[in-house]
């Protein structure tokens, strides 16, 4: 993958897709999220054309308040986990990424005031509008060592969601794709949130 990756979506969707092209334009991965779901159950493609499965997230629960995320392969291996970190997610987007009950990495939201004013803004009639190009939360992907790896940040953009993920240390393969689809579910989880 050649980085910086770009994210990007429909803010008004009835189904939500997520597609993630990387610096040369190439589709690396896209989700079409089914609509009117009570458990949270998303499929990751390598194409738009959704012909080549790569993964299953899946939550634990209905309510996903500190819910965790299973990530599996398509034969049903798992691959590693996501999970929330329930009261903390309110104020500061917060959540970890394990393989075998061991944490390999944390995501975490940078600043908070900037969701929440992004937040508030974007439920004003017409300022609302706006709100995509005033406020753009970013958020850390980091090592169980504290050391920062990748950085997702929100881009300015009208009536869609688009998001910048770069990479800012080295990571195994494995790992990697771990990453990736973890910052896939949080902004699956936190779009209506800034």
Avoid: C
Wanted: proline share 5%; no cysteine; net charge positive.
């Amino acid at each position: 993958m050649d980085y910086p990756l770009s994210l990007s979506f429909k803010l008004i969707a009835v189904s939500p897709q997520l597609s993630v092209t990387d610096a040369t334009g190439r589709t690396v991965f896209y989700v079409r999220q089914k609509a009117f779901k009570l458990k949270e159950s998303v499929t990751v493609y390598a194409d738009r054309e959704q012909t080549r499965p790569v993964a299953q997230m899946s939550a634990d629960r209905i309510l996903d308040i500190s819910a965790t995320y299973r990530l599996q392969a398509p034969n049903g291996d798992e691959f590693g986990t996501v999970r929330r970190r329930g009261l903390k997610s309110f104020w500061k987007a917060h959540y970890d990424v394990l393989r075998q009950d061991t944490e390999l990495m944390s995501l975490k939201e940078n600043n908070a005031f900037v969701k929440l004013m992004d937040g508030i803004l974007s439920q004003i009639p017409v300022l609302g509008l706006l709100s995509g190009y005033v406020f753009q939360p970013s958020y850390d992907l980091a090592r169980a060592d504290g050391t920062t790896v990748m950085r997702v940040k929100k881009r300015p953009a009208f009536l869609e969601g688009r998001f910048s993920i770069e990479k800012l240390g080295e990571l195994p393969p494995e790992d990697e794709a771990l990453a990736i689809l973890s910052i896939l579910m949080m902004v699956l989880l936190e779009r209506t949130r800034g």
